[in-house]
């Protein structure tokens, strides 16, 4: 059985006269993380819209655990155990964390509609300690949070109760201090050290990029330009490249 979650062969993408994407080829390994960089409008979110089953392809093909499928809706995606954590994060900001983690799968007195609180509070202390997230209760609410620990919860509800192969995250680090990001980039090692999760991490700090992930790849234009092990290139090489591409192109 291949190590490879996913795989993406030659995808395109188009919205009207844009290019989006113009043949990516792409592919992360379980206990991989694997960093996506590129400017503003290149296509990443593009690409893990693709990945998430949020976006058809135009052209191209997905390998999910070394099989081709059609990725159909986000829902078919995620019962497949891959889960993205994008920026807007989905939270309720009016519930308190434990019933965050539980959205859309509340524990119930079944066959009565009454609410396991106390199992989902425990469940939800277990998850958290699990992964090393430490916040002031569970049944704080969401919105008293801090970005950070939003982006925490939003990532622990997409490990948590779900058999999770790929993890997708759409720039979890922006708008966020260093103390807040370390803890975000903590939480991703630690997943990583699971050894059974690819991740795909979005991220624009070149130096957060290089400390947690194994590999990095540069999107420009819908291409992707450079694909190199993070311990064989550096900031500099990075701006670089995206330097001198720019330079290219307004020539
Ligand atoms: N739903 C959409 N409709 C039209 N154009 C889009 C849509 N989504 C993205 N684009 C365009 O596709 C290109 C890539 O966008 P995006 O994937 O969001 O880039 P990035 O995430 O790297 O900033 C941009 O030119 C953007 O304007
Ligand atoms: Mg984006």
């Known amino acids: 059985m291949t190590d490879e979650v996913m795989r993406a062969e030659g995808i395109g993408k188009r919205f009207g006269p844009v ?17 996506l960089i590129g400017d ?21 093909r997905l390998l999910f655990e070394g099989e081709q499928l059609q990725l159909k ?7 497949l155990g891959i889960e993205t954590v994008f920026q807007d ?17 509340e524990l119930t007195y079944k ?13 939800a202390c277990e998850a958290l300690d699990a992964i090393g997230i430490s916040i002031p209760s569970v049944t704080a609410e969401v919105g008293q949070l801090s970005g950070g620990q939003r982006q925490a919860i939003a990532v622990a509800r997409s490990v948590y109760s779900s058999n999770v192969k790929l993890l997708l995250l759409d720039e979890p680090l922006a708008a966020m201090g260093a103390k807040e990001g370390g ?11 699971r050894g059974d999760i690819a991740i795909i991490l979005i ?13 990095v790849n540069l999107l420009q234009h819908g291409e992707i330009t450079f694909d190199r092990a993070t311990k064989d290139t550096s900031v500099t090489e990075l701006l670089e490249l995206v330097h001198t591409e720019y330079k290219v192109d307004t020539a």
């Open 19 to 35: 290019s989006a994407l113009r043949g990516i080829d792409l592919a992360v390994r379980r206990g991989e993380i694997l960093g």
């Open 40 to 60: 503003n409008g290149a296509g990443k979110s593009t690409l893990i819209k693709i990945l998430t089953g949020y976006h058809q392809p135009d052209s191209g």
């Open 73 to 79: 809706s986000v829902t078919h995606a995620r019962s």
């Open 89 to 105: 994060l989905a939270l309720i900001n009016d519930l308190p964390v434990y019933l965050n983690l539980h959205l859309n799968k």
């Open 111 to 123: 066959p009565l509609p009454f609410l396991r609180r106390a199992e989902m509070k425990r469940r």
């Open 183 to 193: 803890m975000i980039l903590r939480l991703l090692t630690q997943l990583k050290q």
């Open 203 to 215: 991220a624009h700090n070149y130096a957060q990029v290089l400390d947690v992930c194994d590999r």
